[in-house]
């Protein structure tokens, strides 16, 4: 059995502001390490519950984040960017049983600690199929289409109520009580990592690969704080102007709507001006 750990940091014990994410500050050196003790204790979780490899993928900014020499042993883990699927990366290889989602947030345009969509500001919202959508819920369609269920979900309190959403059988740990964007009740790694550990435990006995979703159709739209930002991101071939600061995509596969998506939000980086946004 091999389990999946896309590990992502706002979500993370202890994480509430800017600083506590953002590479080379202070507070992002002392926050790695409550990140990297939540991604291990899920991990020795899954290691309790039965599975024989745990593979985490890295899906926070740089993608450099977690401490390798504090994991257990066993597990492996792929970090640095440029990957094809991005924070879900390796699913795509017929060999993942399960997901879990560790240290994820709600989406843009929603509350929850640090709430955001690929981009921290310059995104207001997305749209899948009409339904607002974070990160989540974008990579629970990615991996549906693999056959590969979302097991476990850890976060603030309002991420584990989008996990409801779409994937409502997977065990969720709040590891803090959102308050507003940049303040939350946290409960301490000692608390958080025996919370994850269980829960990963759990979680073990919902892996199992599942028929593949496919056939669908996929509309996604992103929503930005200035026009400009939407003019650049039609650059990518299939997206069209749908609103005031809106545009709009359609694919026929999940594969094809998150590299379109990582495109978009590549270009609309380019443009963002130190200032004006």
């Known amino acids: 059995m091999k389990i999946l750990i896309s590990a992502d940091m706002e979500g993370a014990t202890g994480v509430t502001w800017p600083a506590d994410v953002l590479p080379g500050t202070p507070q992002w050196e002392r926050c790695r390490s409550m990140f990297t003790s939540d991604v291990n204790a899920a ?4 290691y309790d519950g039965g599975a024989d490899e745990v593979l985490i993928n890295e899906a926070h900014w740089s993608m450099r984040n977690l401490l390798l020499e504090r994991l257990d042993a066993r597990v492996q883990m792929l970090t640095g960017k440029h990957k094809s699927l991005s924070m879900v990366e390796g699913i795509q290889h017929g060999d993942v049983d399960a997901i879990a989602f ?7 345009g929603t509350e929850g ?7 921290a ?3 207001t919202g997305v749209w899948l199929n009409g339904v607002r959508a974070s990160e989540g819920l974008l990579n629970a369609h990615v991996a549906a289409e693999y056959g590969v269920p979302v097991v476990l979900v850890t976060g603030d309190n ?4 989008d996990a409801d959403g779409y994937a409502p059988e997977a065990r969720k740990v709040a590891v803090k009580d959102h308050v507003s964007r940049y303040a939350a ?3 301490t790694p000692a608390r958080t990592a025996a919370d994850i550990r269980a829960a990963a435990k759990e979680a073990t006995a919902l892996a199992g690969r599942r028929d593949p979703v496919r056939g669908g159709s996929f509309t996604v739209e992103l929503e930005f704080d200035a026009e400009h930002l ?4 039609t650059v990518v071939p299939g997206v069209a102007p749908s609103g005031e600061r809106r545009v709009a995509y359609t694919s026929t596969t999940m594969y094809e709507g998150i590299r379109t998506f990582k495109a978009v939000t590549t270009i609309v980086s380019s443009a963002v001006e130190e200032q004006y946004g």
């Open 43 to 46: 991990a020795l979780g899954f």
């Open 113 to 119: 600690v640090l709430a955001h969509t690929y981009l």
């Open 158 to 161: 309002l991420t584990c109520v």
């Open 185 to 187: 009740v946290c409960r």
């Open 230 to 233: 939407a003019a650049a991101a």
């Open 102 to 108: 560790v240290g994820y947030h709600t989406g843009a």
């Open 121 to 123: 500001n310059s995104i």
